[in-house]
């Protein structure tokens, strides 16, 4: 083991379920020798991070720093890690450790995230049994396989976004195969619809852009939607049906919402759920067999997936739309993005002179 150059790492934690957080700081785990030890400077607020402080999703164990986008500075490496250097500028996403041979059956298909060893970057634990602890602090230790050096093209105050969200978004497209010609559909135009259709249009892909806000039409034109469609306006909705390759669901759709997205679809068409539905879904068979659409999910990227991610975001320029708060003022950030004003990503920003 290496010793770490920080011996308590300080930050922000949720000690009860609600959107407060508060100073708290913790010994971090024994830097590892495949390890890296990253001073923080800019950590993004995602949708993730606040169903766990407030325990939407079960099992949230506190004091639980959270927060999954993350961007800094190595300063502490371990004796085996080789293609990172001290001083390199990284980004960490939603996972912070998997098998290290990367040839088990979910990392040999560059899906990491389903790794039997996965831990992921908060709320979760380590082999060794010790916590994982987020972005919303001054430091991080991770495994350095889940560290990325964050491309020149990109300013590093947009890279957390592009972290978590963005490879959420772009991870389906690779797989899917998503290519020029295709008609990809993104329904919400918010923290991941924004950057969706970026990558969509940068594929090649004629994007249709689905909202209830109509006000976002000339926006969504700019990112590079070639058709706007207001969901309440039927007329709008009918010129579409049965014209859709792939249909990414990027908001929390109700669940009977679903049925109807499937006449949206062309033949062998593919709805893809990337933000969970409210209430339970329910399908005749027969809609199936007669449309011949599947509906399936994704999580996160792996290693592989959000190297490309980066690379591809530098060489198309996709850029998200931020919201840039202190991280001493993070309560101000959480309670907008949980009132649901923020436009589109929200990121909090290290002070150099400051632990927190």
Same mark, same amino acid.
């Given at each position: 083991?290496?010793?770490?150059?920080?011996?308590?790492?300080?930050?922000?934690?949720?000690?009860?379920?609600?959107?407060?957080?508060?100073?708290?700081?913790?010994?971090?785990?024994?830097?590892?020798?495949?390890?890296?030890?990253?001073?923080?400077?800019?950590?993004?607020?995602?949708?993730?991070?606040?169903?766990?402080?407030?325990?939407?999703?079960?099992?949230?164990?506190?004091?639980?720093? %959270?927060?999954?986008?993350?961007?800094? &500075?190595?300063?502490? /490496? +371990?004796?085996? @890690?080789?293609?990172?250097?001290? $001083?390199? !500028?990284?980004?960490?996403?939603?996972?912070?450790?998997?098998?290290?041979?990367?040839?088990?059956?979910?990392?040999?298909?560059?899906?990491?995230?389903?790794?039997?060893?996965?831990?992921?970057?908060?709320?979760?634990?380590?082999?060794?049994?010790?916590?994982?602890?987020?972005?919303?602090?001054?430091?991080?230790?991770?495994?350095?396989?889940?560290?990325?050096?964050?491309?020149?093209?990109?300013?590093?105050?947009?890279?957390?976004?592009?972290?978590?969200?963005?490879?959420? %978004?772009?991870?389906?497209?690779?797989? &899917?195969?998503?290519? /020029? +010609?295709?008609? @990809?559909?993104?329904?919400?135009? $918010?923290? !991941?619809?924004?950057?969706?259709?970026?990558?969509?249009?940068?594929?090649?892909?004629?994007?249709?852009?689905?909202?209830?806000?109509?006000?976002?039409?000339?926006?969504?034109?700019?990112?590079?939607?070639?058709?706007?469609?207001?969901?309440?306006?039927?007329?709008?909705?009918?010129?579409?049906?049965?014209?859709?390759?792939?249909?990414?669901?990027?908001?929390?759709?109700?669940?009977?919402?679903?049925?109807?997205?499937?006449?949206?679809?062309?033949?062998?068409?593919?709805?893809?759920?990337?933000?969970?539905?409210?209430?339970?879904?329910?399908?005749?068979?027969?809609?199936?067999?007669?449309?011949?659409?599947?509906?399936?999910?994704?999580?996160?990227?792996?290693?592989?997936?959000?190297?490309?991610?980066?690379?591809?975001?530098?060489?198309?320029?996709?850029?998200?739309?931020?919201?840039?708060?202190?991280?001493?003022?993070?309560?101000?950030?959480?309670?907008?993005?949980?009132?649901?004003?923020?436009?589109?990503?929200?990121?909090?920003?290290?002070?150099?002179?400051?632990?927190?």
């Amino acid at each position: 083991m290496v010793q770490g150059k920080i011996n308590e790492i300080h930050g922000w934690a949720a000690m009860e379920p609600g959107i407060k957080v508060e100073p708290w700081s913790y010994t971090p785990r024994p830097l590892g020798e495949h390890d890296v030890e990253i001073k923080i400077e800019y950590s993004g607020i995602c949708g993730s991070d606040m169903h766990t402080i407030k325990q939407e999703w079960s099992g949230t164990s506190y004091p639980a720093i %959270v927060g999954h986008e993350i961007v800094g &500075k190595v300063i502490t /490496k +371990g004796e085996k @890690v080789v293609h990172l250097e001290e $001083g390199d !500028l990284v980004g960490v996403g939603a996972q912070v450790y998997g098998c290290l041979q990367g040839d088990c059956n979910a990392c040999s298909r560059d899906l990491d995230p389903h790794c039997p060893d996965s831990v992921f970057t908060y709320n979760n634990k380590y082999p060794d049994g010790h916590q994982a602890h987020g972005g919303y602090a001054e430091a991080v230790r991770v495994n350095s396989n889940y560290a990325f050096k964050i491309p020149a093209g990109i300013d590093p105050v947009y890279a957390p976004p592009l972290m978590c969200a963005g490879v959420t %978004v772009f991870a389906p497209m690779l797989r &899917k195969g998503v290519k /020029k +010609g295709d008609r @990809v559909g993104i329904v919400g135009i $918010g923290g !991941l619809g924004h950057l969706a259709i970026q990558y969509a249009s940068a594929l090649g892909a004629e994007v249709v852009a689905f909202s209830h806000s109509p006000n976002k039409r000339e926006e969504c034109m700019k990112l590079g939607a070639t058709t706007f469609v207001d969901v309440s306006n039927k007329d709008e909705i009918d010129a579409v049906r049965h014209s859709l390759n792939y249909l990414f669901i990027t908001s929390d759709s109700q669940a009977n919402q679903y049925n109807d997205y499937i006449t949206w679809m062309t033949f062998e068409g593919q709805i893809i759920l990337l933000s969970l539905p409210k209430g339970q879904m329910s399908f005749s068979p027969f809609e199936f067999v007669i449309s011949e659409v599947a509906i399936t999910g994704s999580l996160i990227g792996g290693v592989n997936v959000l190297k490309k991610t980066l690379e591809f975001s530098a060489e198309h320029n996709i850029i998200p739309m931020i919201e840039r708060f202190p991280m001493n003022k993070i309560n101000d950030a959480l309670e907008r993005v949980n009132d649901g004003k923020a436009r589109y990503r929200a990121v909090l920003e290290n002070s150099p002179s400051s632990n927190l």
